[in-house]
Structure formats: structure tokens, C-alpha cells
């Protein structure tokens, strides 16, 4: 379920935020020349904000204060808006879950662009999408956690 930063996160969740927003224009920036043509397709600008997001949720997960918890975390939601600041609780184990295939990201209800990515579940309040096959270059290259 998605649910707004309270406590001691609120400040590291705020730098975070500014940070995702900073890569965010950062990366519509950078988009605009890609490969010798003017500007990108729109998958790889969507697959690129999800990637965005799901490098924010894995520089989280080594803070102290999560690392300590074995309750219910705190995570981005990894849509391909922007702008989405909506948190998704969910145990960790469900978070590794969806981050064993680079192809698949964590999504609030809803939030999901079905023309270029397929739900794959849902549960209470949040998600699992995969990425349609001719992205898969992108998600990949940008996994934090591969080689």
C-alpha cells in the first residue's frame, strides 16, 4: 500500500526525491541526441524513468535504518512517470522477488502504461510489471545489480 514519508526517513526520503528529480531532467536532457537522431522513442524515455526509479530504491536499501528493519520498507514506485514521488510498502523478500528479472519493476495500482509493459501481478496497493522485449537492452544495461 502506498503511503506518505513520516519519521526519521522524511529527510533522507526528501534528498533522495531531489536526487530521482535531478536525474530525471538530467535524463530528458541527455535523451535529446541519441545515436546521431533527434530525440528517443518513447519506450526507452518510459523504460529509462523506471530504471531511474529502481536505482533510487537500491541506494535506499543500504541505509542503516532499513538495513536494521525486518518490518514492512519503504519503496519508490518504479512507473515510468517522473514525477510519481508515491511510496509502496512491501517486505523485502517481496522487493528481491521482483528485482531477480531486470525486466521487472514495482508499480503502484495503476500506474501501469499497458502498451508498453504487461502486468505480471498485483497485490494490495502495488504491482509487478515487465518490460516489453524491445527494451530489454535498456533495463538490463541499467540494473544496478548486474555485472
Same mark, same amino acid.
Given at each position: ?59 535506499? %536499501?543500504?541505509?542503516? =535504518? +532499513?538495513?536494521?528493519? /525486518? ?8 512507473? @515510468?512517470?517522473? !514525477? ?23 508499480? %503502484?495500482?495503476?500506474? =501501469? +502504461?499497458?502498451?508498453? /509493459? ?8 502495488? @504491482?509487478?510489471? !515487465? ?17
Amino acid at each position: 500500500m502506498s503511503r506518505p514519508i513520516q519519521g526519521h526517513f522524511s529527510r533522507s526520503w526528501t534528498l533522495l526525491a531531489a536526487g530521482v528529480a535531478a536525474s530525471a531532467q538530467t535524463t530528458r536532457s541527455a535523451s535529446a541526441v541519441n545515436n546521431g537522431r533527434m530525440g528517443t522513442s518513447r519506450e526507452e524515455r518510459l523504460a529509462g524513468n523506471e530504471a531511474m526509479f529502481r536505482a533510487a530504491n537500491e541506494r535506499m %536499501a543500504g541505509w542503516d =535504518e +532499513v538495513r536494521i528493519s /525486518e518490518a514492512e520498507e519503504l519503496y519508490f514506485c518504479e512507473c @515510468a512517470d517522473p !514525477e510519481c514521488r508515491e511510496k509502496i510498502s512491501l517486505h523485502k523478500a517481496d522487493y528481491e522477488k521482483v528485482r531477480s528479472d531486470s525486466r521487472h519493476f514495482l508499480i %503502484a495500482l495503476g500506474h =501501469e +502504461v499497458p502498451d508498453i /509493459e504487461t502486468v505480471l501481478e498485483k497485490h494490495d496497493g502495488w @504491482a509487478v510489471i !515487465e518490460k516489453n522485449p524491445e527494451v530489454t537492452e535498456i533495463v538490463e544495461s541499467s540494473d544496478p545489480r548486474r555485472p
